[in-house]
């Protein structure tokens, strides 16, 4: 995904077979140029302030993209 994988992910994903939606993610994250559209959007994403704070950005693009 975005971030990298930490130790106990990769164990964890040797000892099982993975799933179609697994498979979409990982599929997702070779094409997607996500710091590229994050860079783009960024400076346009509410800012923290008052009130309710937003949502990541990187993750509110990955909803959005799943929901497409």
Partial sequence: MINGPSFAS???DN???RT???EF??????VIPW????KIIRKHYP???NGRQPMPLERMLLIYFMQQ
């Fill in 10 to 12: 990769l164990a964890y």
């Fill in 15 to 17: 000892k099982k077979k």
């Fill in 20 to 22: 179609r939606r697994e």
């Fill in 25 to 30: 993610l990982a599929e997702m994250d070779q």
């Fill in 35 to 38: 710091a590229d559209i994050s």
């Fill in 47 to 49: 800012k923290e302030g």
